[in-house]
């Protein structure tokens, strides 16, 4: 299996420092917690544009760190946003939360510290 995050691009960020990889990471991951959350809180709402908003950072953040696959699953529930379609979007969901595992077990292992609140 791949990794999920291309390392290429998050050298490109850190200028290939792996201390400040695990920063990007960690603070990444943090940031990301906080994005899920607004992201389930919309759904629950069945309110698009908070629905689009927090997909949108969750692909802007995980295309910065190279976290391409969670990218363009984020992308595809903004992309439903986009069309007003809720239904569309909770459908998409399930994909995007899989890519949000995938990367939190992968960070596991890099034993980066759990995200906060």
Known sequence: ?????DWSALAQISGGDPATEREFLARFRGFNARDVNALVEAAARSEAPGLQHAAHRIKGAASTVGAMELAAAAGDVE?????????????????L???????D??????ALPPAGP
Request: proline fraction near 6%; include cysteine; hydrophobic fraction near 45%.
């Open 1 to 5: 299996m791949n990794a999920p995050i």
């Open 79 to 95: 992309s439903a946003c986009r069309e007003n379609d809720v239904a569309l979007a909770r459908s998409r969901m399930p994909a």
């Open 97 to 103: 939360m899989a890519q949000l595992q995938r990367l």
């Open 105 to 110: 077990t992968y960070l596991d292992s890099l």
